[in-house]
């Protein structure tokens, strides 16, 4: 036995080295990075609502909401009644755009948006825009209106602070015209969805998640931006008098079962607005005691050129609409990922989501994506 002591100490250490840098890679892998892109995690544990919890389409019905409606009462410009009727619609993505973003809309037409993916029209894609100031621009907008049919628009100026306004009609829109449909979601036109890996997710959830599904990137402990006043996320003490927001999903894309779209629409007329959105909706959810759900698919960064990462995740931000072609080509011309390819790209992308919040501009391009 003694010759197990005479073991080279130098031989030993290194030894000792190795397996612990394997043992903390190993960790350290398995920690951080190995989950995959279809995790969810219930934020938000509100109690009771404080709005009436029984809101189905007899209840909006029945019920005189005009008194209440005042905050987001817009007419309808063009109103696509007809876009689900007579169809089995599981899902309706609803992309807010700008009059002037004709480009990015037609490069969601070509690519993720392209509703001919889903020959039964059970995915149904549209836009959602105001009205433009511009008088040519407006004119123009009106020809896409007629001539594409995937244009809901109110009348009510464009502006960031009405975006609020622009995500009440979206709700609205959703349990006046389509409330047949399952689920509803509402995304920005920078965007990439997959909508093959969304449907099948949404597919997979247990019942008990599946009803008042509100699901996206979650944002927690986030404080209102009170100065500079021409910050464009300012929020004044009386649009917001907290110091800190309620957990919301992040407005670069959220989903919703339509009980849920019901209960946020009808508590939305009751509830003063605010200029953020997303933070709006957060606020609409807490009182209609609807817990906000994190999707680890749901990431609002940009992956670079990585067609597995595409794959995996739901949703992800910043592309112009060039790089949403090329980007979109390629996933239709490469092979399926294997294991190997598939795990270090879910690798990659969950240090991106990581070093993201540490080095922005790396992965954002700060700015680079604004016209
Ligand atoms: C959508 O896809 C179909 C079939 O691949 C194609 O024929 C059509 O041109 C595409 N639509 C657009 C707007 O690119
Ligand atoms: C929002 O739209 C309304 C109706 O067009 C308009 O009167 C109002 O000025 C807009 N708000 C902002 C902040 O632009």
């Given at each position: 036995m003694a010759g197990w002591y005479k073991f080279p100490v130098q031989r030993s250490k290194t030894f000792v080295n190795v397996l612990a840098a394997t043992m903390f890679l190993l960790i350290v892998n398995m920690c951080?990075?190995?989950?995959?892109?279809?995790h969810v995690v219930k934020y938000g544990h509100y109690g009771a609502a404080t709005v009436p919890s029984k809101i189905d389409d007899l209840f909006i019905r029945r019920t005189d909401l005009s008194s209440l409606a005042h905050r987001h009462m817009y007419r309808f410009v063009?109103?696509?009644?007809?876009?689900?009727?007579g169809k089995d619609v599981f899902l309706v993505v609803v992309v807010t755009s700008a009059p002037a973003h004709v480009k990015r809309r037609n490069a969601i037409r070509k690519t993720w948006g392209n509703e001919t993916m889903f020959p039964h029209g059970n995915v149904r894609i549209l836009f959602a825009l105001v009205h433009s100031d511009n008088a040519h621009l407006e004119t123009s907008v009106q020809r896409e209106v007629q001539t594409r049919g995937d244009i809901i628009q109110g009348d009510f100026r464009d502006s960031y602070r009405n975006m609020t306004t622009k995500t009440v009609m979206i709700l609205r829109w959703a349990v006046t015209f389509c409330s047949g449909a399952k689920y509803v979601m509402k995304t920005d036109d920078d965007m990439f969805v997959n909508i093959k890996t969304l449907v099948s997710h949404l597919q997979s959830l247990e019942l008990e998640v599946r009803t008042d599904l509100f699901m996206g990137a979650i944002q927690t402990g986030v404080r209102p931006v009170?100065?500079?006043?021409?910050?464009?996320y300012y929020v004044s003490k009386e649009d917001f008098s907290d110091d800190v927001y309620p957990d919301y999903l992040s407005g670069t894309g959220y989903v919703m079962s339509m009980g849920a779209v019901r209960r946020l629409y009808v508590t939305a007329l009751m509830t003063s607005s605010m200029p953020m959105e997303d933070v709006y909706m957060g606020i609409c959810a807490e009182r209609a005691g609807i817990a906000p759900r994190s999707h680890s698919?749901?990431?609002?960064h940009r992956f670079g050129f990585t067609v597995c990462t595409h794959r995996q995740i739901v949703t992800s931000h910043h592309y112009s609409p060039t790089e949403l072609l090329t980007m979109w080509d390629a996933l239709q011309r490469s092979p399926e990922c294997g294991w190997v390819r598939g795990h270090f790209s879910t690798i990659y992308a969950k240090a991106v989501n990581r070093l993201s919040m540490i080095l922005p501009c790396l992965f954002i391009g700060c700015g680079a994506m604004e016209e």
């Open positions: 951080v990075f190995w989950t995959d892109f279809n063009s109103s696509l009644e007809d876009k689900c009727k009170r100065r500079p006043r021409n910050d464009r698919g749901f990431t609002f």
